[in-house]
């Protein structure tokens, strides 16, 4: 499997100067993304929680059921990514919708209306990322696509930090209804970006995993023999682990920082998310360079962070120590996230299904993070907010051992990516 995945990522590319052109729209791209990349989730949470009048159970209930129903199309919509040649129509239909579902939720905040929206974001979700990852595959090939991975989600992190301190001013000054009237703005600018791409510039075999120069690689493989992946399975369930225990901790965590600061929702919720989305932008360039650190070692890292971070958040009640260890965020969901595509990229060489791969492995990350919105909000309601995040750190630390003595490494050591900016 190794050997198979060095000769892909060995085989000729597209020369450097023919896509550096499309480099600064992807750059622009990401960074626009961020609004609408998950950016809303922990707004809806604090604003329904605080200004809606909405419950913990209602709220965790309705993230858990319209999650579920989401999820259960992103290997369908992985598949589709594979297929279409229409990527960059994807990226601008899902920006249209997901404005509209904010502006929605801000100006009509009812259960039908927030269960919609929810279940409109959990399909999104499953479209942006993989089509943005699929685009840079199709662009850059497989011997530059760790670099531009990198490279994308430090523009995402930058987004995220730039609409994340607007959203606390904007917040403060006009009220949390006022965050979600900034969505149709990044949407058309994030319409704008994707466009400037030319369509005939993505090789959409080389974006679904497929490369011509590879003996017996010109069609895909059946779908089902992806589970007979060694490296595929064991990152699926360790998948399902992480985020079991990632998911809840920012809700949970945004949740106790706002009742202790009323009047500061917006500011505390979007300093956790700033802290966080700094400590990922290293993890960015940590990425870049993963040809030569290797894909285990980056693994192993964002796993250990997450079953720390919870300790940490139970033994602490101090706002401040709070968002500090958002630091952990970073290191454990932010390099994971930034990761998770080159390091399956690795894991299924040569099957033309690597979009299908990364929707299977959303479905089970997608069950593995709803189903845990319950048990942790029951978890407070039964025991407190410390005795939540430490049985959350117990499975993230399940996660670790798993990768610790199950997951083998996927990326070959000692050959640095592509450079960003040439030969």
Known sequence: MVSDWRRTNEAPTRKDEDVVPYRSSLDCLNFLLADLRGGLGPYVNIFLLTEAGWGQATIGALLTVSGLV???????????????SAKRGLIVGGAVVLAAMGVAIATYPTLAVVFVADISMALLGAVFAPTVAAITLGLFGSRGVA????RNAAFDRFGNLFIA???????????QRSVFYIL????????????SIPAVAIDHQRARGLDESQPGAVQ???WRRLFAEGPFTVLAIGTALFHFANAPMLALASQKLALEVRGFESAVTSAAIIVAQLATIPMAFLVMRANLIGGKPLLI????????RGLLFAMFDDSYWMIAFQILDGVGAGLFDVLLPLVLYGAVPGSGRYNMARGI??????????????????????GGYSVAFSVLAGVGLGALLLMLAAMPETLPRGRLATPLGGT
């Open 70 to 84: 989401g999820i259960a199309f992103h290997a369908p919509i992985g598949a589709m990514i594979d297929a279409t």
């Open 147 to 150: 670099a531009q991975l990198g």
């Open 165 to 175: 301190a607007m959203a606390a001013v904007v917040g403060t000054q006009f009220g």
């Open 184 to 195: 149709p703005l990044f949407a058309g600018l994030s319409i704008i970006a994707v466009l």
């Open 220 to 222: 895909p493989y059946p």
């Open 301 to 308: 890292l964002a796993f250990a962070a997450l079953p720390l």
């Open 361 to 382: 492995i959303g479905t089970i990350q997608g069950i593995g993070g709803a189903s845990s919105f319950v048990f942790a909000g029951s978890l407070v309601v039964w």
